[in-house]
């Protein structure tokens, strides 16, 4: 059986990630509804969850890596575990909007379903699941 989740998602664009994309509040909602249906099947205990998606620019995300993690590459998310309880989960996602942009292009797909791609991606790793290791990828 499914727990129905309550769902709080809050977006917030840096103007630097403005200059590439702006996030439409149809694709703030569909984002949204991403995150509730992979906690809803991924995370079955957790009835209350909280996500901060903020989008960013290359840069400003590879300056987060850096101080945050130590780590000196591009990416194209970061997710980030605020606080956790059996039932509640609080989150901040880092998205880069460039990444994001580049990946659409690659893969020749629209940049909001790679968004969309993104959101799922970010609260799959706060499930457990990994991309560190290529088998693991998949």
Request: net charge negative; aromatic share 6%.
């Amino acid at each position: 059986m499914i727990v129905a989740v309550d769902c709080t998602f809050d977006l917030t664009q840096t103007g630097s990630a403005r200059k590439f994309f702006s996030i439409t509040k149809k694709l703030q909602k569909e984002m949204e509804r991403a995150a509730r249906l992979v906690v809803q099947q991924e995370l079955p205990k957790i009835e209350r969850f909280a996500l901060s998606a903020i989008a960013m620019s290359d840069d400003e995300l590879l300056e987060l890596n850096r101080s945050a993690l130590q780590h000196e590459d591009l990416t194209d998310i970061l997710t980030f575990e605020i606080e956790r309880t059996k039932t509640a989960l609080e989150v901040e996602i880092y998205l880069s909007i460039e990444r994001a942009k580049e990946n659409a292009n690659i893969y020749r797909q629209p940049i909001e379903r790679e968004l969309l791609h993104l959101v799922i991606h970010g609260v799959l790793h706060l499930a457990g699941y990994t991309d560190k290791m290529p088998s693991k990828r998949k």
